[in-house]
């Protein structure tokens, strides 16, 4: 089993930046970003491997950034240029068997997750 706790979410205006944080209990060879909005279905943000290879959803490429500390088991999300699109809740997903950096941003390779933390950008 494998707990994830999110934070850093909040709120910003458009242009604003944000970071989220997820520490883990254990490593993880792939940990990714997913958000939902109300009515929408979750979907991938960014994901990251264990050689740190990482893919982006079109949506965020350029303004989102991933990183992970394996020391401290920690995946982080910072979040640039934030638009009134990208409020969300943001989850924080992990998994050891994830099928390929290809298959990273699909919901349905993650068997861990976290609560999620709130993220609500303004106009």
């Known amino acids: 089993q494998v707990q994830l706790v999110e934070s850093g979410g909040g709120s910003v205006q458009t242009g604003g930046s944000l970071r989220l944080s997820c520490a883990a209990s254990?490593?993880?060879?792939?940990m990714g970003w997913f958000r939902q909005a109300p009515g929408k279905e979750r979907e991938g943000v960014a994901a990251?491997?264990?050689?740190?290879?990482?893919t982006y959803a079109d949506a965020v490429k350029g303004r989102f950034t991933i990183s992970k500390d394996n020391d401290k088991n920690t995946l982080y999300l910072q979040m640039n240029s934030l638009k009134p699109e990208d409020t969300a809740m943001y989850y924080c997903?992990?998994?050891?068997?994830?099928?390929?950096?290809?298959?990273?941003?699909?919901?349905?390779?993650?068997?861990?997750w976290g609560q999620g933390t709130q993220v609500t950008v303004s106009s």
């Open positions: 997903a992990a998994d050891s068997n994830v099928g390929g950096l290809w298959r990273a941003l699909l919901r349905s390779e993650y068997n861990y």
């Open positions: 254990r490593y993880n060879s792939y």
């Open positions: 990251i491997a264990g050689d740190r290879s990482k």
